[in-house]
């Protein structure tokens, strides 16, 4: 069995075995080779089969475990990234309102003013038309808001398009204004030009640029409300666009950096650990990686590549 069991797993073999001896069974999972020296993952099992009567017969077992395809993957990791998108919804309930009320108070003040224009002896339609038309502005703003947030909300099956991430930035920004401004946070968009579309999932995109905005804002919480600045950058670079995140907070501590996209670690208070776990599985899915640089006092910069063509190997 040797070349069967490879070394690491000879050891509690070899213990299985023992304790068949003692008429026990044992279970064990682990890779083996296969006869052609393939390795493959398996369930090793061993027990006493006592038929007949008078046969004490030792028995193994090695059960190919199937890896999980592709679809089941995607399944798997869109059901993830859509409990994460609900949570970090949930978090963020008091700022969304405070955003798609903006808009709407503002509608209802704008009609008010139009009535008593309108009431006038001589109406000044000039007044009134610019009135509606800050009306229309600001319906439409309220419908942008409500629409992102729907998407972020919607559990649809991962599905990759060409999407514009000038605009997807856009509505980034839309959901997280009023929080950015309540934190008094000054945002700068350096968004290159005639960016060509990228190949990726709207909805999850969009969850990674939220997310990372949220953590970074985060980020600068105890700062100096003078030197609150978050830039959001986008560029094309050989054949991919380049998107990142930058905050001037104090960086990202060392003994911390190691972990910080680990499932469920966080060092908030009231957070669930999913955020950068969730936002580093959808851009591997999407062929690229999240990248890290961060210095002390200087902030931290997250950043990551998007696709502008469909790729043979997506995931998604």
Same mark, same amino acid.
């Given at each position: 069995m040797s070349h069967i069991i490879p070394e690491k797993l000879q050891k509690p073999f070899a213990k299985g075995l023992v304790a068949l001896l003692h008429g026990k069974s044992f279970s064990m999972e682990g890779t083996v080779k296969s006869a052609d020296g393939l390795d493959f993952l398996a369930h090793i099992t061993g027990w006493i089969d006592t038929r007949p009567a008078d046969s004490d017969r030792v028995m193994i077992g090695i059960t190919k475990l199937g890896q999980p395809r592709d &679809?089941?993957?995607?399944?798997?990791?869109? @059901?993830?990234?859509?409990?994460?998108?609900?949570?970090?919804?949930?978090?963020?309930?008091?700022?969304?309102?405070?955003?798609?009320?903006?808009?709407?108070?503002?509608?209802?003040?704008?009609?008010?003013?139009?009535?008593?224009?309108l009431n006038h002896e001589t109406p000044d339609l000039a007044e009134v038309r610019a009135l509606l038309e800050r009306i229309v502005a600001n319906g439409r703003r309220a419908a942008d808001i409500i629409s992102a947030l729907k998407g972020l909300a919607r559990n649809t099956k991962p599905e990759r398009d060409a999407v514009d991430i000038a605009g997807l930035i856009d509505e980034a920004v839309l959901i997280l204004r009023s929080d950015l401004n309540r934190r008094q946070i000054a945002l700068r968009l350096e968004i290159s030009p005639d960016l060509p579309p990228v190949w990726i999932d709207r909805t999850q995109i969009l969850q990674v640029i939220v997310n990372l905005v949220t953590n970074a804002a985060q980020a600068m919480a105890d700062g100096q409300a003078w030197n609150r600045t978050l830039a959001i950058r986008a560029r094309e670079s050989q054949q991919r666009v380049v998107l990142e995140v930058e905050d001037s907070g104090p960086g990202v501590d060392p003994k911390v950096r190691e972990r910080l996209f680990e499932s469920f670690?966080?060092?908030?208070?009231?957070?669930?650990?999913?955020?950068?776990?969730?936002?580093?599985?959808?851009?591997?899915?999407?062929?690229?990686?999240?990248?890290?640089?961060?210095?002390?006092?200087?902030?931290?910069?997250? &950043?990551?590549?998007?696709?502008?063509?469909? @790729?043979?190997? @997506?995931?998604?």
């Open positions: &679809s089941e993957k995607a399944g798997i990791l869109g @059901d993830l990234a859509h409990a994460a998108r609900i949570a970090m919804l949930g978090e963020m309930t008091a700022s969304i309102s405070h955003e798609v009320n903006q808009p709407l108070g503002s509608i209802v003040t704008s009609a008010e003013a139009g009535l008593r224009w670690y966080t060092t908030k208070a009231t957070g669930t650990g999913m955020g950068l776990a969730i936002c580093r599985s959808i851009v591997e899915a999407h062929g690229s990686k999240i990248e890290l640089q961060s210095s002390p006092y200087l902030g931290a910069r997250f &950043s990551f590549t998007l696709g502008i063509e469909p @790729d043979a190997n @997506d995931t998604i």
